[in-house]
């Protein structure tokens, strides 16, 4: 059960990580944020899919850390 949790931590870090531009492009449309506003967003959003793809990996290999 931990690795299918892991597959979909990574799927959903992978997935996120690509979609990350046009949502931030849809954002700015929509809200009319600035480019600072819009790069923090971004960032943000880069952190949390990697940390994504770190627990995914961290739970297909096995690593005890619960």
């Known amino acids: 059960m931990k ?3 892991g597959v979909l931590l990574l799927v959903m ?3 996120m990580f690509v979609t990350i531009p046009s949502k931030a492009r849809q ?3 929509i809200r009319e944020l600035s480019g600072g506003a819009v790069m923090m967003m971004k ?4 952190i ?3 940390l ?3 627990g995914g990996l ?3 290999r096995g690593k005890k850390s619960d």
């Open 48 to 50: 949390i899919s990697v």
């Open 43 to 46: 960032g943000c959003f880069y």
């Open 27 to 29: 954002i700015q449309e």
């Open 3 to 5: 690795k299918m949790w």
């Open 13 to 15: 870090g992978v997935a």
């Open 52 to 54: 994504l793809i770190g």
């Open 58 to 60: 961290q739970k297909i």
